[in-house]
């Protein structure tokens, strides 16, 4: 799978990564308060009670960290995603599961993946380009299993791409509500209840 592997790139440790870690958490909660374009690397540096030339060491701008914060999000989606295909093929519960998957990060980054949301349009050049690629596959194997559905007789003749985008729209668009009821809603059962309501339709059968 072509899902990129940071540690490859660079040799760190334990400790380098969590500290950037929690730098992109500080990172996501100004992204919230001030706005990506408002945000400066000394209001993070102060965030994160780090000297500016400390943090310049970890990341070079904001653009970085905001592209830090997409490939989190892509890492933890494809990752799931790759291990539910491999252990399941009927595709209401593949969905179920990836929905699942899409509601646990809302739950537990809700920062980064609001700026995962909300920022894909500030990434430029080569960040852009790998996230979109990234965006592209994520999407694909969602249609895949679509399609593979419909091929299997276990789902109805529908657009395969027209129902992916509706099932990912309902399954992004969960950032704006889903953090305030995840505590009285875990993902998995909120994702049970979203599925059904998408896998089932709210038509009355005649």
Not at 126 to 137: A, G, L, S, V
Request: glycine share 6%; proline share 4%; charged share 30%.
């Amino acid at each position: 799978m072509a899902i990129e592997k940071k540690a490859k790139a660079r040799v760190t440790t334990a400790a380098h990564d969590e500290r950037r870690l929690e730098i992109i958490m500080h990172c996501a909660d100004l992204f919230d308060k001030v706005g990506y374009h408002k945000m400066t690397m000394q209001m993070l540096a102060d965030e994160a009670g780090l000297g500016k030339p400390t943090l310049y060491h970890y990341f070079p701008s904001k653009a970085d960290i905001l592209f830090e914060m997409h490939q989190i999000h892509m890492d933890a989606l494809l990752s799931d995603l790759e291990a539910e295909v491999a252990e399941c093929s009927d595709p209401g519960v593949l969905l179920t599961k990836t929905c699942t998957s899409a509601l646990r990060q809302i739950a537990e980054h809700p920062g980064y993946v609001r700026a995962f949301m909300d920022h894909y349009g500030d990434l430029e050049g080569e960040h852009r380009t790998k996230i979109k690629r990234r965006r592209e596959e994520y999407f694909d194997r969602i249609r895949a299993i679509i399609a593979d559905g419909i091929s299997a007789g276990k789902l109805r003749k529908v657009d395969p791409e027209l129902t992916a985008l509706v099932f990912l729209g309902m399954c992004n668009w969960a950032y704006k509500w889903y953090p305030g009821k995840a505590a009285e809603t875990p993902p998995a059962r909120m994702a049970k209840q979203l599925c059904q309501i998408f896998l089932d339709g709210i038509t009355r059968p005649r």
